[in-house]
């Protein structure tokens, strides 16, 4: 589909262009932010429980150890990206291989593959994240693998429904009858017809990677040597009555940038279905 009539279909959904603003301004902040506001998030900049507006320089005021908190909103802006978008690049690998494999050859090859994908369904996604991580040491490597391992089979389902589909179409069968491998047939001529249901799954991916990544630094199993916003939300946590500020503000940028993917996800599941051509 042309990047042009891609867009003209996207922007009617206003809601998914206000998504894709707000996404855009979380993702230069992660990207710009640390370069033009330069505070360390880690040093004790001023004195504690200093609330939002009370002293200049410190518009999001300081937390129980005088720590600045936009610092330490601009810079868990970057880790939350960093981890989402990892975790389900990741995830989407695995996913993939394991979906075009089983929808491709069939048979015992699908029989074994979607075995193995209903064991990972049946565990609890969060409980098994936090299993991984307890048991190696927590750190962002730790904690992306351990999202994508509970996290690719949606994926690995969503690719080999479509594989089953397209496994049938007159252009499979030709490059078969001409001889092609495999290899190149799931890779150079299936898969890229199956690109557009799984940005739509990856964009939503991605909002719940950040989301389990929050849990986990809320419940202290995030990596201690960077600053997040699920960290933040948990430093905070014991002064929610007399400083709840340190709560919510981490907390209002997970919520939007959650929001903000799901919004995206809904416009690109709208902007490539070619259904709606029909409209």
């Given at each position: 589909?042309?990047?042009?009539?891609?867009?003209?279909?996207?922007?009617k959904?206003r809601?998914?262009v206000?998504g894709?603003g707000?996404?855009?301004?979380?993702?230069?902040?992660?990207i710009?932010?640390?370069l033009?506001?330069?505070?360390?998030?880690?040093?004790?900049?001023t004195?504690p429980f200093l609330?939002?507006?009370?002293?200049?320089?410190?518009?999001?005021?300081?937390d129980?150890?005088?720590r600045?908190?936009?610092?330490?909103?601009i810079?868990?802006?970057?880790?939350?990206?960093?981890?989402?978008?990892?975790a389900?690049?990741?995830?989407?690998?695995?996913g993939?291989?394991?979906?075009?494999?089983?929808?491709?050859?069939?048979?015992?090859?699908?029989?074994a593959?979607?075995?193995?994908?209903?064991?990972f369904?049946?565990?609890?996604?969060?409980?098994?994240?936090?299993?991984?991580?307890?048991?190696?040491?927590?750190?962002?490597?730790t904690?992306?693998?351990?999202?994508?391992i509970?996290?690719?089979?949606?994926?690995?389902?969503?690719v080999?429904?479509?594989?089953?589909t397209?496994?049938?179409?007159?252009?499979v069968?030709?490059c078969?009858?001409?001889?092609?491998?495999e290899?190149?047939?799931i890779?150079?001529?299936?898969?890229?017809?199956c690109l557009?249901?799984?940005i739509?799954?990856?964009s939503?991916m991605?909002?719940?990677?950040i989301?389990?990544?929050?849990?986990?630094?809320?419940?202290?199993?995030?990596?201690?040597?960077?600053?997040?916003?699920g960290?933040?939300?948990?430093d905070?946590r014991?002064?929610?009555?007399?400083a709840?500020?340190?709560?919510?503000?981490?907390g209002?940028?997970?919520l939007?940038?959650?929001?903000?993917?799901?919004l995206?996800?809904e416009?690109?599941?709208?902007?490539?279905?070619?259904?709606?051509d029909?409209?």
């Amino acid at each position: 589909m042309p990047r042009r009539r891609l867009w003209q279909r996207y922007r009617k959904n206003r809601a998914a262009v206000l998504g894709l603003g707000v996404f855009g301004a979380v993702a230069a902040t992660a990207i710009v932010g640390p370069l033009l506001y330069r505070s360390d998030p880690w040093a004790l900049a001023t004195r504690p429980f200093l609330w939002p507006g009370d002293r200049q320089g410190f518009p999001l005021g300081s937390d129980s150890m005088g720590r600045d908190v936009l610092a330490g909103v601009i810079h868990g802006a970057w880790v939350s990206l960093l981890i989402g978008l990892t975790a389900t690049a990741t995830a989407v690998g695995i996913g993939t291989t394991i979906g075009a494999f089983a929808g491709y050859f069939r048979g015992w090859v699908d029989d074994a593959l979607m075995r193995l994908t209903e064991v990972f369904q049946t565990i609890p996604n969060f409980i098994f994240v936090i299993v991984l991580v307890t048991i190696f040491r927590p750190s962002i490597r730790t904690i992306v693998l351990a999202i994508a391992i509970v996290s690719w089979p949606p994926i690995a389902r969503l690719v080999r429904a479509e594989f089953l589909t397209l496994r049938r179409r007159e252009f499979v069968q030709a490059c078969i009858a001409l001889g092609m491998s495999e290899l190149r047939i799931i890779w150079r001529q299936i898969l890229p017809n199956c690109l557009a249901p799984m940005i739509v799954l990856g964009s939503i991916m991605v909002a719940t990677a950040i989301l389990v990544e929050a849990g986990l630094a809320f419940l202290g199993l995030g990596d201690p040597n960077v600053m997040s916003w699920g960290k933040m939300i948990g430093d905070g946590r014991g002064s929610l009555r007399t400083a709840w500020y340190l709560s919510a503000i981490p907390g209002v940028a997970i919520l939007l940038t959650v929001l903000s993917l799901n919004l995206v996800g809904e416009g690109l599941n709208d902007a490539l279905n070619p259904r709606l051509d029909q409209r």
